[in-house]
């Protein structure tokens, strides 16, 4: 078959070389024929054409009428074939002018648009034949634009960076001693048994409240115990997480700590005498004088009281300022993880780095001597380069907060059964509440912040906050729901996305395996001394004490993200009237994560975990 466009055949194609070895044939005799056949229009000669009209004018008039005739016989031959022809000509000219009629742009416009999820949902399959759900494709499109542009400009983003120069004036300084003890434990009133529940981010809020409450009533604390639960699903013990020895010796001159209860209560029946405490008998953030009147009497009649189930029992204010920095002392001082943790997490940093050596304070506050010993060869470079800068994001979409939040995801039915059938399985408690309560429809859930961020909104904030398509994102967690379809429009955009699962070998995590508790650890240290932290979900437990540490300790370089559901739900509703432009959606996103990093004082009430910044915990140097 030819060139298209062409008026010869491909001369290497059989018909070609036969047409080919024909022209040169009758080239070769009469040049005139062959510039017939080669050009497929016969171009007579003058002189032929005078002298062959001269010759067979007398043919002409005998010639006329017998071909006059042959002409009549054909046309009522095909006569038939004729007609149909003609009709089937018109045929498919009425239909090309009806097909444009129905496509006419003023048709378009009146005839309703097709309908679509509230999210604007797209699903397309994916490799590993789940459907992937992107709810916000209009918005994606622009942001991949956007970073493609930023790729060419080589522009880095200013939030890699702490927005404000207030933050480096503070400093952390809860270890200065200023106890009412000062070790001295002659009036101890007796023991403090603590079962604290919950993951490693719960357990560990639980052991300084229990400090705290230890320090109130001068009373000894044994080490606190951890119990199993069905959700972790992990056995771990204090002493398997952190460090016991170090964990007294630092508190040793605030509050009395040993490791067992003595032989002769032991053999007691806490709740027979009285002595166990649970979340029933004490108000959510009691304050001190809820224990002095209620725990103090049962401690000093029977010697002995069993916080059992223990956590968020302590409130923040009101609470003498000693006690306050008593809690900031154990979270950001006393408690350091075990050897095997710091060793792991210093070699996932390493790693994610390329680089062997401390950055700041967190690298040696988190990962002790680990950050520079055993320099494996493997995966790390040398240290004359600058350290790899990466991001480390925590999502909070797991199947258990998906479900609990009843939001709509874009899932469609499939997902709407799917959570549902979790829920009726996992949280009874909800489902009893919801039959009797007016139900809210998951667009209100959505405008009033309580929906987690889906790793497709996750992506749009950081690319509307400037940070480049090749940055280096830690997954924290990594059980997000949908799994990797789920987590496509996220990688689409920023590809370099990693977990510890990527990074250290299946013998490295091995011993690690069925502990949860230890694993969140390691998630914990990647999430703190990452160059910049983001967090999707403020109420959060690991992103509250993650932001605590990194302002601690951090020197004003630390720089976390902190997206306002609400009000990026907002921006994000725009999506679906498709009138929000990219420059429009980026202003508003900045402007939200500015005003959520300056720099404030802990206020009234909240969390020393998560904001400690106050007097109490840090000191500010003008």
Request: charged letters at 25%.
């Amino acid at each position: 078959m030819g060139k298209s466009g062409s008026k010869h055949g491909d001369a290497n194609s059989p018909c070609g070389k036969y047409q080919f070895r024909y022209q040169k044939m009758l080239q070769g005799s009469d040049p005139t024929k062959g510039r017939r056949v080669s050009g497929g229009v016969y171009q007579w000669d003058k002189l032929e054409l005078f002298n062959g009209l001269k010759s067979n004018s007398m043919k002409l008039g005998s010639l006329k009428g017998a071909y006059v005739g042959k002409r009549h016989t054909w046309i009522h031959k095909h006569f038939s074939s004729i007609v149909f022809t003609i009709l089937l000509m018109g045929f498919l000219f009425l239909l090309d002018s009806f097909m444009g009629s129905i496509f006419e742009p003023s048709v378009l416009q009146s005839s309703p648009p097709p309908k679509k999820l509230s999210t604007e949902t797209e699903m397309f399959g994916d490799k590993s034949g789940k459907n992937v759900v992107q709810m916000y494709g209009h918005l994606a499109s622009m942001a991949s634009s956007a970073l493609a542009e930023r790729e060419l400009k080589q522009e880095e983003s200013r939030f890699w960076k702490e927005s404000y120069r207030k933050a480096s004036l503070w400093s952390p300084c809860a270890d200065r001693k200023e106890s009412r003890n000062t070790g001295n434990f002659q009036s101890n009133t007796g023991y403090i048994l603590v079962s604290a529940n919950g993951g490693l981010n719960q357990q560990r809020v639980a052991v300084c409240n229990a400090v705290a409450v230890a320090s109130l009533l001068n009373a000894t604390l044994v080490i606190p115990r951890f119990l199993y639960s069905n959700v972790w699903k992990d056995p771990s013990q204090f002493g398997d997480i952190y460090q016991e020895d170090y964990f007294m010796k630092t508190l040793k001159d605030e509050v009395n700590i040993v490791k067992d209860l003595p032989p002769h209560l032991k053999s007691l029946n806490f709740k027979e005498i009285g002595s166990l405490i649970t979340d029933a008998d004490l108000t959510k953030e009691a304050t001190p004088l809820e224990y002095i009147k209620k725990i103090l009497p049962i401690l000093s009649k029977n010697g002995v009281v069993h916080f059992l189930g223990y956590g968020n029992r302590l409130g923040f204010d009101p609470l003498p300022s000693d006690l306050q920095r008593l809690r900031c002392k154990c979270n950001y001082h006393a408690l350091k993880f075990v050897p095997k943790i710091q060793e792991i997490g210093s070699l996932l940093i390493r790693r994610i780095r390329k680089y062997n050596e401390p950055r700041n304070k967190l690298d040696k506050e988190l990962l002790g001597d680990f950050i520079t010993k055993s320099k494996s060869k493997s995966n790390i470079q040398d240290t004359d380069r600058e350290p790899l800068k990466y991001l480390a994001l925590h999502l909070r979409f797991e199947v258990d907060m998906v479900a609990y939040s009843l939001c709509d995801f874009g899932g469609g039915k499939v997902e709407k059964d799917e959570l549902q059938t979790y829920r009726e399985s996992h949280f009874p408690l909800l489902m009893q509440r919801l039959k009797k309560s007016k139900p809210i429809s998951p667009q209100e859930l959505r405008n009033s912040g309580r929906c987690p961020l889906t790793p497709e909104e996750a992506a749009l904030v950081l690319a509307a906050l400037g940070f480049m398509s090749d940055t280096y994102i830690y997954l924290a967690g990594s059980q997000i729901y949908g799994g990797k379809s789920r987590l496509r429009p996220l990688t689409n955009l920023y590809p370099n996305l990693i977990t510890k699962e990527d990074l250290l070998s299946p013998n490295e995590l091995a011993p690690f395996n069925n502990f949860s508790s230890q694993l969140a650890a390691v998630d914990f240290i990647a999430c703190a001394t990452s160059d910049v932290f983001a967090i999707t979900d403020s109420g959060s437990q690991l992103s509250s004490l993650v932001l605590g540490f990194r302002t601690y300790y951090g020197g004003g370089h630390a720089p976390t993200l902190r997206p306002n559901k609400k009000r990026l739900a907002e921006v994000l509703s725009k999506n679906n009237e498709n009138v929000v432009n990219w420059n429009d959606f980026e202003a508003r996103v900045k402007n939200m994560i500015s005003e959520a990093q300056s720099v404030r004082l802990r206020g009234w009430g909240r969390s020393i975990y998560r904001q400690p910044r106050c007097p109490e915990c840090m000191c500010r140097f003008q």
